[in-house]
T-cell receptor
Framework: LAKTTQPISMDSYEGQEVNITCSHN???????ITWYQQFPSQGPRFIIQ???TKVTNEVASLFIPADRKSSTLSLPRVSLSDTAVYYC?????????????FGKGTHLIIQP | GAVVSQHPSRVICKSGTSVKIECRSL??????MFWYRQFPKKSLMLMAT?????????EQGVEKDKFLINHASLTLSTLTVTSAHPEDSSFYIC????????????FGQGTRLTVV
């Protein structure tokens, strides 16, 4: 399973755009890149997933360069409630594939 | 997104007793379910993978006789912590993947187990 590296922590302010970058140099051809958000004492919540180029949904955008060795989660106009741990994972869980391996995640702290 | 429900959300048990945690996929068929454990301020650690109708595959260092996993149907998996001890106190989280059309996995809300 591809290993991921992301910053341990980040700080920002309400209303700002936040970009969290993740490195995954050993990503495999069948792997997707998925980002999860986790609040204390809750299970991870799916944010966004992509394979290549750019993906956008109602809460975030995911930018993936052509070599797929990194990805950037972009959160537009963050609020205090976006303070959480964000995990970048790579893998393909279809059809009984291996479980996703979690790295340490990025603790994002949003200040007023 | 798909919904995974985990029950109970919180349980306290006496040392030496067994506790069962349920994980249900509510709106999709989960061909594979995963169980994780998370200690305070740490990341999730995969314990085992279960495919419907077959025996679970445990990660290295996880005792299969202590953490019994059953995946009897495409919508239900259970984790039983047998003869629980205080060191088993942790946050247990399940996730499910399967016939949703996508490669993502969805997670339950977690179960806080406290063994006293």
């Amino acid at each position: 399973l591809a290993k991921t590296t992301q910053p341990i922590s980040m700080d920002s302010y309400e209303g700002q755009e936040v970009n969290i970058t993740c490195s995954h140099n050993n990503i495999a051809t069948n792997d997707y890149i998925t980002w999860y958000q986790q609040f204390p004492s809750q299970g991870p919540r799916f944010i966004i997933q992509g394979y290549k180029t750019k993906v956008t949904n109602e809460v975030a955008s995911l930018f993936i360069p052509a070599d797929r060795k990194s990805s950037t989660l972009s959160l537009p106009r963050v609020s205090l409630s976006d303070t959480a741990v964000y995990y970048c994972l790579v893998g393909d869980m279809r059809g009984g594939a291996d479980g996703l391996t979690f790295g340490k995640g990025t603790h994002l702290i949003i200040q007023p | 997104g798909a919904v995974v429900s985990q029950h109970p959300s919180r349980v306290i048990c006496k040392s030496g007793t067994s506790v069962k945690i349920e994980c249900r996929s509510l709106d999709f068929q989960a061909t594979t379910m995963f169980w994780y454990r998370q200690f305070p301020k740490k990341s999730l650690m995969l314990m085992a993978t279960s495919n419907e109708g077959s025996k679970a595959t445990y990660e290295q260092g996880v005792e299969k006789d202590k953490f019994l996993i059953n995946h009897a149907s495409l919508t239900l998996s259970t984790l039983t912590v047998t003869s629980a001890h205080p060191e088993d106190s942790s946050f247990y989280i399940c996730s499910a993947s399967g016939v949703t059309g996508g490669p993502e996995a969805f997670f339950g809300q977690g179960t806080r187990l406290t063994v006293v």
